[in-house]
């Protein structure tokens, strides 16, 4: 069953960090581009970071730029979103996105 999975969120203070995991099930991330977004009230959904199949990573939010970054494991079908340095306005839910599929969302929240 062709599936994706968000997890890693949770409470953290301003200045920490959390690793997100976007797991995939019954197809290969690694052949598609892979989204990050966040979703907020205020806000509503935005593309935070992509990588590409052949790894590159781009930022689509200045607000995260130098701060959040994105690796994989090809092999365990995992990729990463590393966020760093976390401020307040992180906070949302996070969600990954590839080939169309979408994770269920993992929350992360920034507070003191």
């Known amino acids: 069953q062709v599936q994706l999975v968000e997890s890693g969120g949770g409470l953290v203070q301003p200045g920490g960090s959390l690793r997100l995991t976007c797991s995939g099930s019954?197809?290969?991330?690694?052949?598609?581009?892979t989204n990050w977004y966040r979703q907020t009230p205020g806000k509503g959904r935005e593309l935070v970071i992509r990588m590409y199949s052949k790894g590159g990573v781009t930022t689509y939010l200045d607000s995260v730029e130098g701060r959040f970054t994105m690796s994989r494991d090809i092999p365990k079908n995992e990729v990463y979103l590393q966020m760093n340095n976390l401020v307040f306005e992180d906070t949302a839910v996070y969600y990954c996105n590839n080939n169309g599929y979408w994770g269920q969302g993992t929350q992360v929240t920034v507070s003191s």
């Open positions: 019954d197809f290969s991330l690694s052949q598609y581009t």
